[in-house]
């Protein structure tokens, strides 16, 4: 009885709207109590039916209002309640029964009696309240929680009022549409494959971009970084801040916690399953155009905000305490996801483009292009996480360039448009420098795909500014991707004359910036390249046939002379490669890493030459290091099959192990019988 008269209560305060803030998530716990301990079904489907009507939740004049946030309360309301049936019946106490039929009915019948509420009074839209609130509370993080027949039922239930919803023009109000995400953000990953395919993808995919990224309960065009830039200001000490009590701090952190946004990656998965899955392809790429719109738009409202004047490098010395633990951290969360969610549909554009026989061939170039755009308008937040890290983003990206690189044209075509505004001096933005560091990152992939013109014009002039500036650590990341691009357009074989007039110039750079500008992976992959590049079968080795050999010259004479044998402190930009080198054991493997380029008779010349220079080092730790690194590349492969065979004369009869391992110069011993080589074999073990 008592339960009977809170019911009436209840229904009574919730056909009267409210005018005070906390009035309806009182009502909403309150039912929540109620929905788990009825006993009566018909009260139970009464008291549904109530709450997706009642004017107390839905015609309030709270700030939440006619609000996503209402719709997520209501959801929140049906979820916790499943959750307590379910955590209610699991209990293992002996009176198990007569506690159940004193508090409430058996799950099955509980379950029935609340969808049964879900009528005809209410909205479609606000039926998804009542199913995806139980499929989430009996059936979210693997609870099994339902026999599967009615877990099944549910699920058809879910995706029969999405696709009506989805359909009624009752149900197209920004309230209505935003619901149906928030609910299928949580319900998506629990439908079955075939309740899935059951999805009106086309009706929903045009919803989904608009309130994830356009809508003002979402991204909102990523307008809020416009409107904190008038909020960025100078304190006392002439740091910036961003105040905690600012305006568009509020709204910024009111967007960061909203239903949408904070469901982001849910809704990105969803979304990436209707472009897999969509059978109007106009519809798709007018998706891939609106993505790339969207980042355009981020790109330019940051470019037009006060933080994009600051290198990552410089924040601690030019932003504040509050700005720099308090507000930015919430800034760049949300820039992370609206990012993350990005490049995960992109996936699915690719993906498609891909494997779809549907997608006309002629249209790879435009979807790969497109994809690359957007990846480089939104390179200002993933340079900064670090954007291999991210598994996603690295197959958008590599997979775009491998269909881009198919189509010379259109790949030239991009690259003039991403290329940099002007040549031959570094810009003082950093945005515009994150760019120049994308458009290099991106022509590293293309060289051999584009005319030697185009390399030497658009590749070599926009990395050269950047080849010597190691020094400056803002640069460090770019001045590296400056090095990998020279090296690429080196080692394309249709770049012969332009490798000819460029390399005697970029060798005497690489030189001069190392060891302060350049990090020892980056210097051995440099030399190893170079040496491979003048090495036989290439045509610059039939005009140099000793450019190679000269090259490793001038690395061992600087080895065995003035390079320093103290260990090297990392660079910035530097990760972990183990052991720290000096620029003496740097300069021995460069020489190590480039003998499987050698031609066999230059091979013969210089295995004793590095093992000489490798002895020269007095470092224990790093002379083992450099005699592992010999032993390796002896065995692992990196040789074809003559260069191997030599090897192990060289090492076996030639004195090569004595001279690696001991350091014992190969020499020759004299017998009564006459001069034979350290190792070998005499004329008794000759058979």
């Not at 209560?9 to 109620?34: F, N, Y």
């Not at 993906?351 to 549907?358: N, S, V």
């Not at 189509?407 to 505004?421: G, N, T």
């Amino acid at each position: 009885m008592s339960t009977d008269r809170s019911l009436a209560t209840l229904l009574r305060a919730l056909q009267s709207a409210s005018t005070s803030p906390d009035d309806a998530g009182r009502l909403l716990a309150s039912a929540t109590t109620l929905l788990t301990l009825l006993t009566n079904p018909l009260n139970l489907s009464l008291l549904t039916s109530h709450l997706l009507t009642a004017p107390a939740i839905w015609a309030s004049s709270t700030p939440y209002s006619s609000d996503v946030r209402t719709s997520l309360r209501v959801l929140a309301a049906f979820n916790n309640a499943a959750n307590h049936i379910l955590h209610r019946e699991s209990q293992p106490a002996p009176s198990a029964r007569e506690f159940l039929a004193a508090e409430g009915l058996p799950r099955e019948q509980w379950v029935r009696a609340v969808v049964k509420g879900a009528d005809d009074k209410s909205e479609r839209w606000k039926h998804l309240l009542v199913l995806g609130g139980l499929l989430t509370g009996f059936e979210a993080h693997e609870r099994q929680g339902l026999p599967s027949k009615l877990r099944q039922h549910l699920e058809s239930a879910v995706v029969t009022a999405t696709n009506r919803s989805l359909r009624s023009e009752s149900s197209q109000t920004s309230l209505n549409r935003l619901t149906v995400l928030v609910v299928l953000a949580h319900c998506f990953d629990m439908l079955s494959r075939y309740e899935r395919s059951k999805l009106d993808v086309s009706s929903l995919l045009p919803i989904l971009i608009q309130g994830m990224y356009f809508s003002k309960e979402g991204l909102h065009w990523g307008y809020f970084l416009g409107t904190m830039d008038a909020d960025l200001l100078q304190d006392g000490q002439n740091r910036f801040n961003w105040s905690q009590r600012s305006t568009s701090y509020y709204q910024s952190h009111l967007m960061a916690t909203g239903p949408i946004v904070s469901a982001l990656g849910s809704l990105a998965r969803l979304t990436a399953f209707c472009v897999e899955t969509a059978a109007n392809t106009d519809l798709v790429f007018k998706t891939l155009e609106e993505m790339t719109a969207f980042s355009r738009s981020m790109s330019v409202q940051w470019r037009q905000n006060k933080l994009s004047e600051l290198d990552a490098s410089e924040e601690e010395v030019f932003l504040a305490e509050e700005a720099l633990k308090k507000t930015l951290p919430m800034l760049w969360q949300v820039l992370k996801s609206a990012m993350f969610s990005v490049v995960v549909v992109q996936s699915a554009f690719i993906g498609r483009a891909l494997r779809d026989p549907r997608m006309p061939m002629a249209q790879a170039p435009l979807i790969a292009a497109q994809s690359l755009h957007t990846l480089r308008n939104l390179y200002f937040i993933s340079s900064r996480l670090g954007h291999n890290s991210f598994s996603q983003f690295n197959f958008v990206f590599n997979a775009s360039l491998d269909m881009l690189s198919k189509y010379p044209p259109e790949a030239q075509d991009f690259l003039r448009e991403i290329s940099p505004k002007e040549f031959g001096r570094i810009p003082d933005h950093p945005f515009e420098r994150c760019q120049d560091l994308f458009f290099l990152n991106t022509a590293e992939h293309l060289t051999f795909a584009v005319s030697p013109e185009v390399n030497e014009k658009l590749f070599l002039s926009a990395a050269e500014p950047y080849l010597g500036t190691g020094g400056d650590m803002r640069l460090i990341e770019i001045f590296e991707a400056a090095h990998s691009v020279v090296l690429a357009v080196f080692s394309s074989p249709h770049n012969v004359q332009v490798t000819k007039q460029r390399l005697p110039s970029y060798i005497d750079t690489l030189f001069q910036v190392f060891p302060n500008k350049l990090s020892p992976r980056q210097f051995r992959l440099a030399i190893k390249t170079l040496v491979r590049t003048t090495s036989p079968p290439s045509h610059i080795a039939g005009a140099q046939p000793y450019f190679s050999t000269t090259l490793l010259e001038l690395v061992r004479h600087r080895a065995m002379t003035t390079a320093s044998s103290t260990p090297l402190p990392p660079l910035s930009s530097q990760k972990d490669e183990g052991e720290a080198l000096s620029e003496q054991a740097t300069l021995v493997l460069a020489i190590i890493d480039s003998l499987p380029c050698l031609s066999l008779q230059n091979l013969e010349e210089w295995l004793p030459l590095a093992a000489e220079a490798l002895n020269t080092i007095q470092a224990d730790v790093m002379r083992e290091e450099c005699r592992k690194r010999f032993w390796d590349v002896l065995t692992n492969g990196e040789m074809d099959v003559a260069r191997a065979q030599f090897c192990v004369v060289w090492w076996h009869t030639r004195g090569g192990k004595d001279f690696v391992l001991r350091g014992m110069e190969p020499t020759l011993v004299r017998s009564d019988r006459g001069l034979f080589a350290s190792g070998a074999l005499g004329e008794e073990a000759k058979l």
